[in-house]
C-alpha cells in the first residue's frame, strides 16, 4: 500500500492531535489518538509501559504538575509498513511550566481501522545528547579534522 497524501494528511493531524488533548486537559478523549489497546512506552524515561488508552491518561494525571504545559510536534516522517500499517517518527518538544524544554523522539505505530488512523503503538526516547551522543564517541568536535 503506497501512503496517500490524504492519508499523510490524516496521520500527521492525528499526531499532532495528541498534544493538543493533552495540553488541554482533554485526556477522555485519547481515543481519537490511540488504540483501546495502545502500548505507549515510557522506558526510556525509567517508567513502566502503559497498556491501554485509559493506563495512558492515568498515567499522565498520575504525573500531574510534571507533565509538560506544552507538547509540540515536528519534523514527521512516515513509512509504509503494509497491511493498513504506518511506522511514524517525529520530534517533540515538551515545555514545562517553569519555561524548561525537553526533546524526544515519537516511534509510532499507525494503523487504520473503522474510525481513521490511530497509533497502536509509541516510544517515546528523550534526547539527552546532541547528535545522539556521537560527541562522546568521536572525541572532535564539528570542523576539526585529525592531524596525520
Known amino acids: 500500500m503506497a501512503i496517500t497524501a490524504e492519508d499523510r494528511a ?7 492531535q495528541h498534544g493538543h488533548l493533552c ?10 489518538v490511540f488504540t483501546a489497546d495502545v502500548e505507549y512506552d515510557l522506558s526510556d524515561f525509567g517508567l513502566r509501559p502503559a497498556h491501554g488508552v485509559q493506563a495512558v491518561a492515568a498515567a499522565a494525571y ?9 507538547h509540540h510536534v ?4 512516515l513509512a509504509d509498513a503494509g497491511d493498513d500499517r504506518v511506522q511514524g517518527r517525529s520530534k517533540g518538544i515538551g515545555v514545562s511550566s517553569d519555561g524548561s524544554c525537553g ?3 515519537y516511534e509510532d505505530t499507525i494503523v487504520r481501522h473503522g474510525q481513521g488512523w490511530r ?13 545522539g551522543g556521537a560527541l562522546g564517541q568521536s572525541g572532535g568536535a564539528l570542523g576539526q579534522s585529525a592531524e596525520h
Open 10 to 16: 490524516a496521520i500527521t493531524e492525528l499526531i499532532a
Open 74 to 77: 515536528t519534523n514527521v516522517v
Open 23 to 32: 495540553d488541554s486537559g482533554e485526556l477522555g478523549r485519547l481515543d481519537e
Open 119 to 131: 497509533i497502536s503503538r509509541r516510544k517515546v526516547l528523550a534526547h539527552r545528547a546532541p547528535l
Open 62 to 70: 498520575a504525573l500531574g504538575e510534571l507533565n509538560p504545559v506544552g
Open 103 to 105: 526533546s524526544v523522539t
